[in-house]
């Protein structure tokens, strides 16, 4: 789908995304837990071990002079994070690799009990900024579900989570939730879209909303990224990243959509990898807007080329002077437009909502500051 490999046919699937494979196979041979919450810690686990793991894949092609582990303040803090716990447990701190592996057990006995207590709005934990935790924002305002936000402004703040051993690998975003101080950003937002029903009727249908949800979260990151891209190779990456736009991600999901002609992604209905592909072409139409020209089923095309070609799809923000006629006989509406549109979502789009805006220098440096880059 998105040209790439790993590619398992299975079950008269052809499944990419290595993620999605696997969960499908630990759904399929009954290796995902009794229930969401045990599939939540498991995912966690698994994510952690996906962590560190990647950076063990790809030290053989990591640049010479970024081969040493000890280094990491140069790396993506999520890479810092992973490799700060590797060291402690390896160089000097055995007890502490223990006691971080212990968190999770004990999360996965003693919070069960605590659900009833701490029910409640979500307590999200992270910076005041998008990063990784505007996709949990946009699910949960999605779901409809209202959260409260504690926003980590200093590295102390930080230090504070860690120490009273809230952040099984010391990383954010943690999302306090049904009693559990849940970690690893893909854990997060598989519980809640199971728990808001947001991911499909079966596990096939489960293993393509992963699919595509995997495909935003990879070209997400490229975006998520960019500002911490140094100057000079600024303009190389934003034209990879159009490249990926535009002949890699953009095409695989309009051709989805186009092929069963439904309103939704999967199975017509709403699912998370809806919600995840829209926040993404708001990210790309930030970056420049024209990308999303030649994507009539995910975007609709503008006033400009509707009065040009008689086209009727109509974004809600577009302003029609003189506008051409609007009643063609099928006149399919944009993803962009249909969620958009819906209440809970045209709430969080709404000014003064949770949702973060672009990333600024400010909000970089505090970002830096916090996490000690
Ligand atoms: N795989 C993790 C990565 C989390 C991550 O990289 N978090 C960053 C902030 S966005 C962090 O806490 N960095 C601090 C550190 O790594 O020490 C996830 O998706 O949640």
């Not at 949990?136 to 305002?141: H, S």
């Amino acid at each position: 789908m998105f040209q790439q490999m790993p590619m398992v046919e299975i079950d008269g699937m052809k499944l990419v995304q290595t993620r999605a494979i696997l969960n499908y196979i630990a759904t399929k041979y009954d290796l995902y837990g009794k229930d969401m919450k045990e599939r939540a810690l498991i995912h966690v686990y698994s994510e952690g071990v996906t962590d560190l793991g990647e950076m063990i894949m790809l030290l053989p092609v990591n640049p010479p002079d970024q081969k040493d582990i000890r280094g990491p303040r140069k790396i993506v803090p999520g890479i810092a994070g992973a490799l700060t716990f590797t060291s402690r447990s390896s160089v000097n701190c055995n007890n502490k690799l223990i006691n971080t592996c212990g968190l999770g057990i004990e999360v996965l006995s003693q919070r069960n009990q605590e659900t009833a207590i701490m029910a409640g709005k979500p307590k999200l934990h992270y910076f005041n900024g998008r990063g990784r935790m505007e996709a949990i924002r946009w699910l949960l305002a999605a779901a409809g579900v209202e959260f409260e936000e504690i926003f980590i402004k200093t590295p102390e703040d930080l230090d504070k989570l860690r120490n009273e051993g809230s952040l099984m690998f010391q990383q954010v975003p943690m999302v306090e939730i049904d009693g559990m101080k849940l970690v690893q950003t893909r854990a997060i937002l598989n519980y809640i879209a199971t728990k808001y029903n947001l991911y499909g009727k079966d596990m096939k249908e489960r293993a393509l909303i992963d699919m595509y949800a995997e495909g935003v979260v990879d070209l997400g990151e490229m975006i998520m990224h960019l500002p911490l891209c140094p100057p000079d190779q600024k303009d190389a990456k934003m034209t990879q990243i159009k490249e990926s736009v535009t002949n890699r991600y953009l095409p695989a999901f309009e051709k989805v959509l186009k092929g069963h002609g439904q309103d939704y992604l999967v199975g017509g209905k709403l699912s998370r990898a809806d919600i995840h592909l829209v926040e993404l072409l708001y990210y790309v139409e930030e970056l420049d807007p024209s990308l999303l020209a030649n994507f009539p089923l995910l975007k609709p095309l503008g006033a400009a080329h509707i009065s040009h070609l008689g086209i009727c799809s109509l974004d809600p923000g577009t302003v029609m002077l003189g506008s051409p006629t609007l009643s063609r006989p099928h006149c399919p509406q944009a993803l962009k437009t249909r969620v958009s549109n819906l209440p809970a979502v045209k709430k969080f789009l709404q000014p003064g909502s949770p949702r973060k805006p672009p990333m600024d220098e400010k909000n970089l440096e505090e970002a830096k500051k916090i996490f000690r880059m």
